[in-house]
């Protein structure tokens, strides 16, 4: 499996600029087949949706298509996939829809190692309803997940499980399907946050066991939105308060006032260009994106080893702290008597964009003690060895 990357590259007029991009977990840069949908769609002509007139059917389409394809990215049914203005916004959603049937003497579960939009729309959920929130820890060892103090956590009172498939800041991915089956032998529900999962792997909702499952394609090429789905079963018994006159059909029940006909557009767009990265003999869009995914993954992680073994060449100047078995390319990292805000703005002068922060990880940051900021790299499809070369040669005049 091979991406040609000098094609990949030629699709994406920001790099045109000659900037090595490594914040791509805040947000990928975009490619023209990208905008170029957006911006068709927009002038269509547009309408709102309809049959009557080839405006009106335009919008129709572009949400219509919207769901196909991500049907296809993530093995579920068309029905079943719910668009939002973010994977935050989509959160705080379904915490109130699901508090709706939570009680007090109730528990849930949330994990030390989540990004906080997968925390405290939770917690706050569960205060409201006066639910016992119960906590996964890190082990600061590992980096993984203390599978112990999740049996610990895990209750015949849980409703809820919420966990991420992959840290924004660490990488580490967690044993999803184990802990789903463990959460729906104590009989709750797994929601997962798969916004910086999605963007490197090729994603299967049922495999992982997820009850919900949402991702933002602005992390893989796309457009700022979010996507959520879940099973059609759950969505069908969960009631949001909506308009009167608005559907009450799924997954429309879900969605308030009227879609961004054009955003949708550019989102479907996103996940056929994925499928062209290195599609194989695909027959199916599902199958072209499982080639082309893998393919992306042997070249996420052929440059990831190229990295870190030039931070290890760096010896104790760098403190590395994504080490867990299982992880994305994204490497979270300080530097001995020196601030990594200073390491970003040391980069960005030489054209390499590696923020610094905490990147709204707070419950790693203050479960492990890390050093608030950090500096965090994370690879994307369009990145290249010479990116990484850069990006080392930048931290070691820097050290």
Known sequence: ???????????????????????????????????????????????NRGTVSPSERNAGRAVTDFRAAYADLLNVPAHSVVHGRSATQLTYDFSRHLAKGWSAGDEIVVSRLDHDSNV????????????TVRWIEIDAGTMDLDLESYERALSPRTRLVALTAASNVLGTKPPMRRIADRAHEAGALVYVDGVHYAAHEL??????????FVCSPYK??????????????????????????SSDAVPERFEFGT???????????????????????????????????????????????RLEEGLRGLDDAVTL???????????????????ARAAQLHLAARDVLAPAGSFYAYEPFTALKLPDPALRAGLAPYNTAGDVDRLLDGLSSFL
Do not use: N
């Open 1 to 47: 499996m091979t991406i040609d990357l000098t094609a990949l590259r030629a699709h994406f007029p920001s790099l045109d600029t000659g900037l090595a991009f490594f914040d791509g977990p805040g947000g990928t840069q975009t490619p023209r087949v990208v905008a170029d949908a957006i911006a068709a769609t927009l002038t269509g002509p547009l309408s």
């Open 120 to 131: 405290r729309p939770w917690i706050q959920a569960a205060q409201r309803a006066g639910v």
């Open 203 to 212: 994603v299967d909702v049922p495999a992982l066991g997820a009850d919900l």
């Open 220 to 245: 893989f090429l796309g457009p700022h939105c979010g996507v959520l789905t879940g099973t059609p079963e759950l969505l069908d018994s969960l009631h949001p308060d909506k308009l009167l006159p």
């Open 259 to 305: 879609l961004p006909y054009e955003i949708l557009a550019g989102a479907t767009a996103a996940v056929d260009f994925l499928a062209t990265l290195d599609p194989g003999t695909g027959v199916t869009r599902r199958e072209r994106l499982a080639h082309s995914l893998a393919a992306l993954h042997e070249h996420e992680q052929a440059l990831r080893t």
């Open 321 to 339: 702290y994504s080490t867990a078995a299982d992880r994305a390319p994204t490497l979270l990292m300080s530097f001995a008597g020196r601030d």
